[in-house]
């Protein structure tokens, strides 16, 4: 494709930002990407992360984004640089989790219900299923490699406000999570800080996830030798420094699903804040003359909606 004239800014270095940096990118756009913390310091950093059924709003739209994100993460997991990869595992609830199921749950073609065996003491409902998983650092530098080789430019400069962004480009996308709450004061933006430890694998290929509305559930994701455990997901807390009782709260829930857990050598412990919103915010703006695609508010769902969002933010922006 012939590069267009008109450059695009895209501001951040997450999921968010780095993708849709690749999708314009490589759809022949002149990309510059700012972002105020290199992208292995994102909160998109220290993400589980995995492919699931995103229980956001918009709901129409947001069945589009995971769907077409599941499409490319699939087809990712046939490259072993990108740190994609199947993994079969459980998702279960400590409530019934009834008949109806997201209509997502049917790109997933190994989907079936758990039989009680299978579910852990305390677990009254579940599914089995094979999704993707996405080991974050790993993923990251993909998506920078992958930025870089379609002719983008990565800078470690933070943009101050709208009128910073559009003195430089005439098309601009707000990928800033979070720091949408300060750069245009969206009110509604909030932290939902969560917290994991990083074991070293004592053999795990399956991972785990709670279904539940709760600030604590258990969850482990393995990514070759290492497994995220998790987590905790605290409406409106800024805070950014491990704690070493939810740390011991998360180890102590997964060991007692995943015996093997108990004793594993801790490597780290991180937090991150995610983007909480009502809504996830995929839309065009005018400002100063200037167009602003904003591509935030995922909550925890940033990976899993990465592409989709990608690509609608992507032809906003013209592409």
């Not at 093997?260 to 809504?279: N, S």
Request: glycine letters at 10%; proline letters at 6%.
């Amino acid at each position: 494709m012939t590069e267009s004239a008109d450059p695009v800014l895209v501001i951040g270095a997450g999921v968010q930002g780095l993708t849709t940096g690749v999708v314009l990118a490589e759809a022949g756009r002149r990309v510059r990407i700012r972002t105020a913390d290199r992208p292995q310091d994102t909160t998109s950093a220290v993400a589980g992360a995995m492919w699931g059924p995103a229980m956001l709003r918009p709901a129409d739209r947001v069945l589009y984004w995971v769907t077409r994100s599941h499409a490319e993460f699939t087809a990712l997991a046939r490259d072993e640089a990108s740190g994609v990869h199947l993994a079969a595992g459980r998702m279960a609830a400590r409530a019934d989790l009834g008949d109806t199921l997201p209509a997502e749950t049917k790109l997933i073609p190994d989907l079936r219900r758990c039989t009680p065996a299978e579910l852990p003491e305390g677990f009254v409902s579940g599914y089995r299923a094979t999704v993707p998983l996405i080991d974050m650092p790993r993923y990251l530098d993909y998506l920078v490699d992958r930025f870089q080789d379609a002719g983008g430019e990565l800078l470690l400069s933070p943009v101050t406000s709208l009128a910073d962004a559009v003195a430089e480009a005439a098309t601009v996308v707000n990928c800033t999570g979070v720091g949408a709450c300060e750069l245009v004061g969206d009110p509604g933006v909030h932290p939902v800080r969560g917290q994991h430890v990083i074991v070293r694998n004592p053999g795990l290929d399956e991972y785990f996830i709670e279904l539940t509305n709760s600030e604590e559930f258990v969850g482990y994701l393995p990514h070759g030798d290492r497994v995220v455990l998790g987590g905790v997901a605290v409406e409106h807390d800024w805070d950014r420094t491990p704690r070493d009782d939810v740390s011991a709260g998360i180890r102590r829930r997964c060991a007692a699903v995943e015996p093997r857990l108990a004793d594993a050598e801790v490597l780290a412990e991180q937090v991150g804040l995610r983007p909480g919103r009502d809504a996830v915010r995929v839309e065009a703006e005018r400002y100063e003359g200037a167009r602003i695609i904003h591509n935030y508010g995922h909550g925890g769902c940033g990976v899993a909606l990465s592409w989709g969002c990608a690509f609608e933010a992507a032809d906003l922006a013209g592409a």
